[in-house]
């Protein structure tokens, strides 16, 4: 079983729409977790990290952490076709990074 | 340079040929990092370098890789007699620091794409 799952998708939704992107985990002693965008042909960019539980905000994005459902969250408000790309959420093992699979995601206009 | 520099872009070698790849971080960032991404797989970690310190190999998939990193800049990765199971996009990354490292503020490259016939 894998450390980090992330469903691969591809989840296809219309323009403006709610987008909510989701990781299960195994290890309980991950403390930061992170979302990075990836276009094709790209490396991996930082959308965002949380420390712990809890909420952050950013412009459209939020993540959200529940510790005690090892599970995280990536919602994105008003989606926008340059949302199209894969969103994959990783968890760091001191400076190892531990990532989930990817999901790609592909907004409609 | 204004970010991580990686070459080359692509490679296309023979099995049982050694490969060369080369990643040139950001100016003052002293972590380095090599990642390996299969086709729908996430991320795995191969080798880190920070400062002066012994680099953590602990992720090399075998001793037909290996790495080093020159004047606390410049990285090669090097894969000797490579198989088709080594085909795969290997990213370099540099951070500031190792926290910064555990805050997952990696900067990526755009991939070294290697294929293996």
């Known amino acids: 079983q894998k450390e980090v799952e992330q469903d691969p998708g591809p989840l296809s939704v219309p323009e403006g729409a709610i987008v909510s992107l989701n990781c299960t985990y195994s290890n309980s002693a991950f403390q930061y977790f992170m979302w990075y965008r990836q276009y094709s042909r790209k490396g991996p960019e930082l959308l965002m990290y949380?420390?712990s539980s809890g909420n952050k905000e950013d412009g459209r994005f939020t993540a959200q952490v529940d510790k005690s459902s090892k599970y995280i969250s990536l919602f994105i408000r008003d989606s926008q076709p340059s949302d199209s790309a894969t969103y994959l959420c990783a968890m760091s093992r001191n400076y190892q990074l531990i990532w989930g699979a990817g999901t790609k995601l592909i907004i409609k206009p | 340079g204004a970010g991580v520099s990686q070459s080359p872009s692509n490679k296309v070698t023979e099995k049982g040929k050694d490969v060369e790849l080369r990643c040139d971080p950001i100016s003052g960032h002293t972590a380095l990092y090599w990642y390996r991404q299969s086709l729908g797989q996430g991320l795995e970690f191969l080798i880190y370098f920070q400062g002066n310190s012994a680099p953590d190999k602990s992720g090399l998939p075998s001793d037909r890789f290996s790495a080093e990193r020159t004047g606390g800049s410049v990285s090669t990765l090097t894969i000797q007699r490579t198989q088709q199971e080594d085909s795969a996009v290997y990213l370099c990354a540099s951070s500031l620091a190792s926290l910064a490292g555990t805050r997952g503020e990696l900067f990526f490259g755009e991939g070294s794409r290697l294929t293996v016939l």
């Open positions: 949380t420390y």
